[in-house]
C-alpha cells in the first residue's frame, strides 16, 4: 500500500511558479509510475504530466507542454511538478497518484491506470 500527500499548492499570480511535491510512505516508490492530473471546478479530471520510474518516460498534456517540468527523487520517494508561467486556466485542485510496474519505461495518460491518489493540493492562479 502506498500512502501518497501532494503540498505546494497555493494563490500565485498570473505568471507566478509554484513547485508541487508528492510525497510516497508506505513503500519506496521506484518501481512506480507517477502521474499528476487536475480537476477544475464543474470540470473533469485531466491528465497534467507523467513519469516513469527510471525518468526516461515523461509525457505531458500539450497544455503544460514547455511550462511545467515533472521530475522525481527515487531516494527521497517524492515526485516533482515544477509548474512555471501560470495562468488562471491552470487554477484546480492537483493529484498525484502511483501505478506499480515492472516496466523502468512505463507511464500513462489514463486515471483508470494508477491505482493509488492522494487527497490533492489547490493551486488557483490569479489574473
Known amino acids: 500500500q502506498v500512502q501518497l500527500v501532494e503540498s505546494g499548492g497555493g494563490l500565485v499570480q498570473a505568471g507566478g511558479s509554484l513547485r508541487l511535491s508528492c510525497a510516497a510512505s508506505g513503500r519506496s516508490l521506484s518501481q512506480y509510475a507517477i502521474a499528476w492530473f487536475r480537476q477544475a471546478p464543474g470540470k473533469e479530471r485531466e491528465f497534467v504530466a507523467a513519469?516513469?520510474?527510471?525518468?526516461?518516460?515523461?509525457p505531458y498534456a500539450d497544455s503544460v507542454k514547455g511550462r511545467f517540468t515533472i521530475s522525481r527523487d527515487n531516494a527521497k520517494n517524492t515526485v516533482y511538478l515544477q509548474m512555471n508561467s501560470l495562468k488562471p486556466e491552470d487554477t484546480a485542485d492537483y493529484y498525484c497518484?502511483?501505478?506499480?510496474?515492472?516496466?523502468?519505461?512505463?507511464?500513462?495518460?489514463?486515471?483508470?491506470?494508477?491505482?493509488?491518489w492522494g487527497q490533492g493540493t489547490q493551486v488557483t492562479v490569479s489574473s
Open positions: 513519469i516513469s520510474w527510471n525518468s526516461r518516460s515523461t
Open positions: 497518484a502511483a501505478d506499480f510496474t515492472t516496466n523502468p519505461y512505463y507511464s500513462s495518460r489514463y486515471g483508470t491506470e494508477y491505482d493509488y
